[in-house]
C-alpha cells in the first residue's frame, strides 16, 4: 500500500488549475497548456497572467496547493514529523521544476476543442533512489513503527535530494497527444491525458519494482 501511494503521487497534480479560462475567438491551445503545465510544475505564472487566465496570487495559490497535496497524499496513513514533510515538500517543488516536456502544435477539432502534441521525457530518479534506499533500511530498527518510517522516509529525501542536486537523467523523448475541451463554456484539459502526462515524466513505476 505504502509502495502504491507513492507510484501514484505525481498523477494529479496539475488538475487544479485545469478549469481556469474561458472560450474566445483568440483561444490558443497550445500556450494554454503550456500556462497550466508552467505553472503546476514550475511556478511560473507569466503565460496565465498573459493569456488573462487568472491573476498570478490565484496562480500562486494554486502551486502552492499543488505542493501541500502532494505532501498530504505521499503521507496519508504515515506518522512522519513536520520536518522530514518539510523536506519532501522542496523535493517535489525541485522535481516538478526539472520535468522535461515541450508543448508543440495543436490541432483544432470539428467539435471546436483541440488536441495538442507534446513532447516529454521521463526523469530517472525513482530507480537509483528506490536502489539505494532499499539496502540502506535494512539496518535500520523495526521496534518502533513511527520512529522507523521517519528513518525510512529520511533515508528516501537524502537520496532524493542527492540526485536532485548532482543532476538527473531522463530517457528519449516521447510523444503524446492532450486534450483541451470545452465544458460548460470553458476549456479545459483532459484529465485522463494530462495524468497520462504525468505518468510519463517520473520513473514512479520504479517504486513497485521494488
Known amino acids: ?19 481556469f479560462g474561458g472560450c474566445g475567438a483568440k483561444f490558443d491551445a497550445s500556450k494554454y497548456l503550456q500556462a497550466q503545465l508552467d505553472n503546476s510544475y514550475k511556478n511560473d505564472s507569466s503565460l496565465i497572467i498573459e493569456q488573462k487566465i487568472d491573476t ?3 496562480a500562486e495559490k494554486v502551486y ?3 505542493l501541500d497535496n502532494q505532501v498530504e497524499g505521499f503521507f496519508v496513513g504515515v506518522d512522519v ?5 518539510s523536506r519532501y515538500r522542496d523535493i ?7 520535468a522535461d516536456y515541450t508543448v508543440k502544435e495543436a490541432e483544432k477539432q470539428s467539435d471546436g ?4 502534441s507534446v513532447d516529454s521525457k521521463k526523469m530517472k530518479i525513482f530507480e537509483p533512489v528506490m536502489e539505494e534506499v532499499t539496502k540502506e533500511a535494512e539496518n535500520l530498527s523495526t521496534d518502533d513503527l513511527n520512529t522507523y518510517m521517519n528513518d525510512f522516509f529520511g533515508l ?3 537520496s532524493l535530494e542527492k540526485q536532485l542536486k548532482d543532476g538527473v537523467e531522463y530517457g528519449d523523448a516521447e510523444n503524446m497527444t492532450v486534450r483541451i475541451e470545452i465544458v460548460n463554456k470553458v476549456y479545459t484539459m483532459n484529465e485522463s491525458d494530462v495524468n497520462a502526462l504525468t505518468a510519463g515524466l517520473f520513473d514512479s513505476d520504479a517504486i513497485n519494482a521494488q
Not at 502504491?4 to 496539475?14: E, G, P, S
Not at 517535489?92 to 526539472?98: H, Y
Request: glycine share 2%; net charge positive.
Open 1 to 19: 500500500m505504502k509502495k502504491k501511494r507513492m507510484a501514484t503521487l505525481l498523477l494529479v497534480m496539475v488538475m487544479a488549475v485545469g478549469m
Open 56 to 58: 498570478k496570487e490565484n
Open 64 to 66: 502552492e496547493q499543488v
Open 81 to 85: 514529523s513536520d520536518e522530514v514533510k
Open 92 to 98: 517535489f517543488a525541485d522535481m516538478l521544476a526539472k
Open 113 to 116: 476543442s483541440y488536441k495538442v
Open 156 to 158: 528516501m529525501a537524502d
